[in-house]
């Protein structure tokens, strides 16, 4: 399954550090990490959000594929729009996650002020 991510300037550090290979552990108060599963969506998140609440103003959209049955453990959510679709996997499943990305993150998208 093809997903994507829309993250800010220290994420994507994160994710550069880990070479390219997972994204970093969530943040005490977030329980939940939504990848997305489609880039247009993913680029709202990164052009409206990111760059409006990030200290650089900077927001980036990650694509990454993660083998189709582990992704089936997760429901799809659709949280406002029908293409506000996002997968939610708990914050303790992370790592698990991560195991289960098929090559490398890559980023495909820069937006910033």
């Known amino acids: 399954m093809i997903l994507y991510r829309p993250v800010g300037t220290k994420e994507l550090e994160l994710i550069e550090e880990s070479g390219y290979k997972k994204f ?6 977030q329980p939940i990490f939504y990848p997305v599963l489609n880039e247009e969506y993913a680029s709202e998140i990164a052009e409206k ?8 103003h900077k927001g980036y959209v990650t694509g990454f594929e993660v083998d189709d049955e582990f992704c089936k453990r997760y429901e799809v959510h659709v ?3 029908a293409h506000h679709a996002e997968l939610w996997v708990p914050a303790e499943e992370l790592d698990e996650f ?3 990305i098929i090559g490398r993150i890559r980023v495909i998208k820069e937006f910033s002020l």
């Open 24 to 29: 970093p552990p969530r943040l005490p108060d």
């Open 49 to 56: 959000w990111n760059v409006k609440y990030n200290e650089d």
């Open 79 to 81: 949280v406002g729009a």
């Open 98 to 100: 991560n195991g289960h």
